[in-house]
């Protein structure tokens, strides 16, 4: 079964600067795609960025960037130039077929602090 | 822009009532499901449904049901409310296809007394 592990439940960091979340995963799919949403305090859950597995380049949005190792079944997250505003949760998730549709799974979530 | 909805953002109810969450999209998705989340758990998958009356359990189907009669409104039932289903639901859509995006919608936070 595919499992996700975020092994930082909390994390902190000062605005302007760089922080990255980690994420390793496990499967043995070979066509998979992996996700970060971001889940503010008492707002909805959106989509931060989005990698494909079979694509060597790691994929960027903005401030946002991932640093994607296949081999060791890494999925990092990388906030650049810190925000008050990237305060929130933070979840890495893993796509997978089943059934008849695809399905998330999803780490247990990092929780991102950004100081004044 | 993509918009999924959701009946209530709190709910109060006792145990034993029957409990009904709904959730609607607008961006004619097939794919809608339905996630618990609970703090240090992450969201688990409860059902899914990739057609009108069609549904799947996920990871945690025990002590629910679902509900798919038009495609843009997927429903959550808890036939008999317990004090250990109090937690935050949450709806999401997709399109049907390896590595479409999900939509979340703001999610209900549901309190069984």
């Known amino acids: 079964a595919q499992t996700v592990t975020q092994s930082q439940p909390e994390m902190s960091v000062q605005e302007a600067e760089t922080v990255t979340l980690s994420c390793t995963y496990d499967t043995s799919e070979s066509n998979y795609y992996l996700f970060w949403y971001k889940q503010p305090p008492s707002r909805q859950m959106i989509l931060v960025i989005r990698q494909e597995a079979y694509k060597q380049q790691n994929a960027t949005e903005n401030r946002f960037s991932v640093n994607f190792q296949k081999a060791a079944k890494s999925f990092s997250l990388k906030i650049s130039d810190s925000q008050l505003g990237d305060t929130a949760m933070y979840f890495c998730?893993?796509?997978?077929?089943?059934?008849?549709?695809?399905?998330?799974?999803f780490g247990k979530g990092t929780k991102l602090t950004v100081n004044p | 822009d993509v918009k999924v909805t959701q009946s209530s953002r709190y709910l109060v109810k006792r145990t034993g009532e029957k409990v009904f969450l709904e959730c609607v999209q607008d961006m004619d998705h097939e794919n809608m499901f339905w996630y618990r989340q609970d703090p240090g758990l992450g969201l688990r998958l409860i059902y899914f449904s990739y057609d009108v009356k069609m549904k799947e359990k996920g990871d945690i189907p025990e002590g629910y049901s679902v509900s798919r009669e038009k495609k843009e409104r997927f429903s959550l039932i808890l036939e008999s409310a317990s004090t250990n289903q109090t937690s935050m639901y949450l709806c999401a859509s997709s399109f049907v296809s390896l590595g479409e995006t999900q939509y979340f919608g703001p999610g209900t936070r549901l309190l069984v007394l």
């Open positions: 998730a893993f796509m997978k077929h089943q059934g008849g549709s695809e399905k998330l799974v």
